[in-house]
């Protein structure tokens, strides 16, 4: 297949369903051969809430994905329209599963040039009625999720480097609006998008070495995560446009993980529809220096001077 993408292999997590399985669909059109990852679990994490057929495998490294999981229907899709891909189904947030997932890529198609770190749930609540386990899963599926496929593909681009094979390697990792701006009732959630920029910031400095470009993106769009938030927003009746379509997302994501984003690392996009953003984050504002030691009543009275100056916040979700 020809396309922006072919002759490149493409890794995929929490591609089952959602935006992820739309990346891996429109990666393919554009000539990559797919390495679909999905735990199939609920929306909740829960296993076994997630199969089309049967409950889901043991979440290990060799956790069996069964013929009617949702990693499975999609690689099913893409070998319908002529590409080639292969299905993963084990846990990324541990060491083992995402050390089996890039080896999954390198004993399929021989070589790595794309991770697209997708795959997530939510567990919401209000601050006060967060319980530490619902704390931790989402950390660990979101943040650990990222982290340890993100380490495991480096290390094999590391050493491809070394070997004289400096590769065109690209990662994409998944923030939100929620992770730059904060969300009510997602307290979980928000931090460790909020710890997936930091993340990719770091990455991005660290790796840049041995060619590989990191970036991320904070998406809207229509999901079992989102169905809630965006249920009713369909296709404009004039336009036919569906602007919550997770399709619309994928472009963007297949461009910064081809070899056509060269140059482009270290940065944020947020995009929606038809628009895409690219955010600023975190940069000095209007500052005093005194040069010596502030009191308390000095450093008051100036800091308020100095958000009289300074752009407002933006407005938390939900507040």
Avoid at 88 to 107: K, N
Avoid at 157 to 169: L, Q
């Amino acid at each position: 297949m020809s396309g922006i993408c072919a002759g490149r292999v493409v890794i995929v997590t929490g591609a089952g369903r959602g935006l992820g399985r739309a990346h891996a669909l429109a990666f393919a059109a554009e000539g990559a051969r797919v390495v679909v990852n999905d735990l199939g679990v609920g929306l909740d994490g829960a296993p076994g809430t997630d199969t089309l057929a049967g409950p889901a495998g043991p979440a290990g490294a060799d956790s069996p994905v069964g013929s009617g999981s949702p990693a499975e229907a999609v690689v099913a899709e893409i070998r319908a329209a002529g590409g080639e891909a292969v299905a993963h189904g084990g846990d990324i947030a541990t060491d083992a599963g995402a050390e089996s997932l890039v080896a999954a890529a390198l004993d399929a198609f021989g070589r790595l040039d794309t991770l697209v770190n997708n795959a997530g749930f939510l567990r919401d609540r209000m601050l006060v009625n967060l319980a530490e386990d619902d704390w931790d899963a989402v950390m660990r599926v979101h943040l650990k999720g990222h982290f340890l496929p993100l380490r495991h593909a480096a290390a094999h681009w590391r050493a491809e480097a070394r070997a004289g094979r400096t590769p065109a390697a690209r990662i994409v990792n998944t923030s939100s609006g929620a992770g730059l701006l904060g969300s009510v009732g997602q307290g979980n959630y928000s931090a460790a998008k909020a710890g997936i920029v930091g993340l990719t910031l770091v990455a991005a400095a660290e790796l840049a070495r041995y060619g590989v470009q990191v970036n991320a993106i904070a998406p809207a769009a229509r999901t079992r995560m989102t169905e809630r938030a965006f249920a009713g927003t369909m296709a404009a009746p004039d336009t036919g446009f569906d602007a919550m379509a997770p399709g619309n997302v994928s472009p963007l994501v297949v461009w910064l993980g081809s070899a056509a984003s060269s140059g482009v690392t270290g940065r944020v996009f947020e995009t929606e529809g038809g628009r895409i953003t690219v955010m600023e984050g975190w940069r000095p504002g209007p500052t005093v220096d005194k040069g010596a030691r502030w009191t308390p009543a000095e450093a008051g009275e100036t800091a308020l001077k100095l958000l009289a100056e300074a752009a407002p916040p933006g407005a938390v979700y939900g507040a």
